[in-house]
């Protein structure tokens, strides 16, 4: 607990470089640790610590649903009820105990703070980045898609992007996987190329 100046006696002990009591790291071998949070509390438990200079994450999955007709991104926690901190020196697991988010750390049978390997963790840091990768590809397909299912056989189109930008064309034949079969004039002949749907705009009438 913290005192005001006035009530500290003698034989009281002051911890160099702390001197409001609040500091939750010493001076030590930077380490990573799984820490336990509250219940739905894994957000202010990492803006707790990263405000004591400490970075922590918590591994999470995006999916976006249709709620109602309205689109929306709802983020979930792989791992609920843990984040994984890297303190930069030893912690002083009293304090970090006391945050009001953080309920216990992952210990060995021993009891001790468990230390956590970085190669193990690597995968779990970059599942943010993997499922937004994974999202936006599929975004682009289903774009895809909806593009083609506006072309059929017998359509006018206009490349409006890639190699054949400009250029009007004839639908052949439509494959949402594949891509669309298109007839076009090039270099006074008539030719037989492929085409992505996304890359093709209909032409009224």
């Known amino acids: ?86 303190f930069p020196g030893e912690p002083v697991g009293h304090r970090v105990l006391g945050s009001p988010f953080i309920s216990d750390a992952l210990r060995t049978s021993s009891g001790q703070w468990g230390i956590l390997g970085v190669s193990k963790l690597r995968r779990l840091h970059d ?6 990768a994974i999202r936006q590809r599929q975004g682009l397909e289903a774009k895809k898609l909806r593009a083609a299912r506006q072309l059929k056989s017998g359509d006018r189109a206009l490349f409006k992007a890639g190699v054949f930008a400009g250029f009007d064309c004839e639908i052949v034949a439509v494959d949402k996987w594949n891509g669309a079969k298109v007839r076009l004039e090039l270099f006074g002949r008539e030719a037989l190329v492929s085409a992505s749907p996304d890359d093709l705009v209909k032409l009224s009438g």
């Not at 599942?127 to 937004?132: A, G, K, L």
Request: aromatic content about 10%.
């Open 1 to 86: 607990m913290t005192r005001h100046w006035l009530e500290v006696e003698v034989g009281d002990v002051a911890e160099p470089g702390d001197r409001d009591g609040r500091e939750i790291v010493r001076l030590g071998v930077p380490r990573w640790y799984a820490l336990r949070c509250r219940p739905q509390r894994e957000n202010a438990a990492e803006r707790w610590l990263s405000e004591r200079g400490v970075y922590a994450f918590h591994p999470v999955t995006s999916r976006v649903t249709q709620v109602k007709g309205t689109r929306r991104e709802v983020t979930s926690c792989y791992l609920p009820g843990y984040v994984f901190a890297r």
């Open 127 to 132: 599942m943010r980045r993997v499922d937004q």
